[in-house]
């Protein structure tokens, strides 16, 4: 039996769109060593709990300040707080710059605006960009 997707514009709506239909299902299970290594919980996550997460973070991004067509760095890790984030901040129509933990000397883009930086929980940015935030 094949999956059956509607039509989405962003990979909220479409996280969204599964986390609906399938709320019990699961999206990811953090091993104990990750647990470990990143100080968080084992165990699993369903898609509905996490579609309850997202929009609260939601809320708070908006609360924040965050508005669509702005550019926010994440760091790149393997955890669900990186999802949490990442598919809030789309929902409000921002765009996700994920960032490597292990890139040594970034400076940031080129050319443009510069992307707003946001920490993860139980992280500090270095060096802040234009309306770092933590949540």
Not at 56 to 79: K, T
Not at 93 to 101: K, M, T
């Amino acid at each position: 039996m094949g999956y059956l997707f509607t039509d989405t514009d962003t990979v909220f709506g479409t996280f969204s769109d599964i986390a609906e239909r399938w709320p019990a299902r699961l999206f990811l299970n953090v091993l104990p060593e990750t647990a470990a290594a990143y100080g968080i919980a084992a165990g699993e996550t369903t898609y509905g709990r996490l579609l309850a997460d997202v929009k609260r973070l939601r809320v708070a991004y908006e609360a924040a300040g965050y508005r669509a067509g702005g550019r926010v760095m994440l760091l790149l890790e393997s955890r669900p707080a990186f999802f949490q984030h990442w598919f809030a901040l789309n929902a409000l129509g921002l765009s996700v710059v994920p960032v490597n933990p292990d890139l040594k000397g970034y400076r940031g883009p080129a050319a443009g605006k510069p992307p707003v930086g946001c920490s993860l929980p139980g992280h500090r940015l270095r060096r802040a960009t234009t309306g770092a935030v933590e949540l």
